[in-house]
């Protein structure tokens, strides 16, 4: 087994000193302490709790914030792997295992990637992403045979998320991806973490107590899907995916993004909404390459090679043919 917090599958579950262990480590762990203060919610009006709770909430960015380096540094490794041809794959357990999968998920339509682009890994697999599997996240060796299943390079970045920053299968796959080379971050919530140690690159968030003790779905995982949203969002704008602000690589895939398409041409390039649409059908659906041909008057061929030459970066393209 690998990591420092690994359980042995055989141990009994009356081993009291394996138990002494895990308490005394979840004890140092800011994210599962209790705070004495809030144990008459249960006691209180809704609204006194929902203000309570959004307090609790808004320390949440400001956590975050603190770790803008880290972020900032991961941003710059993840952009340079993409545009060599790496990968961006998640690796976390349950809730923190959701929010890396619901991130990936959700790159190709709002980005136009490739779906293999962004991964998601989740112990437990693809059950795990509803259901609760049982002691899949103590498994250290998963991780690895995931991550070889996907025939991981050096060109690749694992990012491993854990509130606690203490999961076996997390800190397991961090060690595997940093032994062939691959960049890799850890996103936690507590510091000094094992998966911050794990990896070179640790993105701990001091997060604190928890509004309820025992759930890091609540501020850790508040802090972690801001965090993931930076990772890809950041690295697609350095990628060239956005203009003015503005997603330009999105798919339309539904009549909702169609619309968003043909409104987004219109918006960016000054142009009524029949022509907007008209240069959506010269570019094949390609927001980014009708901008482009209302922009230098380039036929679809000639603004195609253009763009390919600027790699992707639409600000580029159009200062060339300009």
Do not use: W
Not at 170 to 179: D, M, N, S
Not at 180 to 189: D, N, Y
Not at 197 to 213: D, H, K, N, R
Not at 252 to 278: C, F, I, M, Y
């Amino acid at each position: 087994m690998k990591g420092s917090y690994t359980v042995p599958n055989d141990t009994p579950p009356n081993d009291t000193t394996r138990l002494n262990e895990l308490l005394e480590a979840l004890s140092a762990l800011s994210t599962e302490a209790s705070t004495t203060e809030r144990g008459d919610l249960d006691l209180l009006e809704t609204a006194e709790l929902v203000r309570r709770m959004n307090a609790e909430d808004q320390r949440v960015p400001l956590a975050v914030a603190e770790r803008a380096d880290e972020i900032a540094r991961a941003i710059d490794g993840i952009t340079a792997r993409f545009r060599r041809g790496g990968r961006l794959i998640y690796i976390g357990a349950g809730t923190a295992g959701r929010i890396g999968v619901l991130d990936a998920s959700e790159c190709p339509p709002t980005f136009g990637t490739d779906p293999s682009m962004v991964v998601g890994l989740i112990a437990g697999g693809e059950t795990a992403i509803r259901s609760a599997v049982e002691n899949a996240e103590d498994d250290a060796d998963a991780a690895e045979a995931s991550l070889r299943e996907l025939e991981l390079t050096e060109l690749d970045t694992v990012v491993g998320i854990s509130a606690s920053g203490r999961t076996p299968y997390v800190i397991g796959g961090l060690e595997y991806a940093r032994g062939i080379g691959a960049l890799t971050a850890a996103i936690a919530s507590n510091p000094n973490s094992g998966i911050g140690a794990a990896a070179e690159i640790a993105i701990e968030v001091a997060t604190g107590p928890e509004f309820i003790s025992g759930s890091t779905r609540l501020k850790a995982g508040t802090a972690q899907k801001l965090v993931v949203n930076m990772l890809t969002t950041l690295s697609m704008i350095k990628l060239g995916k956005t203009y003015r602000g503005v997603m330009v690589d999105l798919l339309a895939t539904n009549e909702k993004l169609h619309a968003r398409s043909v409104r987004t041409v219109s918006q960016l390039a000054g142009v009524g909404v029949d022509e907007a649409a008209t240069a959506l059908r010269t570019a094949d659906g390609s927001v980014k390459l009708a901008l482009l041909i209302l922009a230098t008057g380039a036929n679809a061929e000639r603004a195609t090679v253009a763009l390919a030459e600027a790699d992707g970066i639409l600000r580029e393209a159009i200062s060339a043919l300009s």
